[in-house]
Nanobody
Framework: QVQLVESGGGLVQPGGSLRLSCAASGFTFSKYMMRWYRQAPGKERALVAG????????DYGDSMKGRFTISRDNAKNTVYLQMNSLKAEDTAVYYC????????WGQGILVTVSS
């Protein structure tokens, strides 16, 4: 069955870095655009970053530009989110999303930025 499994979250101090991974299975990963979303407490889910199926093009939410980098390895069926210069306002549950006509979601992983 389709699975998107996020990993790499946790607690980090402001200014620190984390790398999230999302391992995909059960579908043809290389055909899918991949995105990361996040949802902070009391807020709507928002786009963090996206990457095209071949990894040629990326886009980012405004507050993430210059700090976050999305990448993918189609040989490993995995998409990554490198997050640098983390701020308290980056605290959220981060979700992996696959889109190709239909869409799939991971279960989410918590990132907490706090001193």
């Amino acid at each position: 069955q389709v699975q998107l499994v996020e990993s790499g979250g946790g607690l980090v101090q402001p200014g620190g870095s984390l790398r999230l991974s999302c391992a995909a299975s059960g579908f043809t990963f290389s055909k899918y655009m991949m995105r990361w979303y996040r949802q902070a407490p009391g807020k709507e889910r928002a786009l963090v970053a996206g990457i095209t199926s071949a990894g040629v093009a990326t886009d980012y939410g405004d507050s993430m530009k210059g700090r976050f980098t999305i990448s993918r390895d189609n040989a490993k069926n995995t998409v990554y989110l490198q997050m640098n210069s983390l701020k308290a306002e980056d605290t959220a549950v981060y979700y992996c999303n696959a889109v190709y006509g239909m869409g799939y979601w991971g279960q989410g992983i918590l990132v907490t930025v706090s001193s």
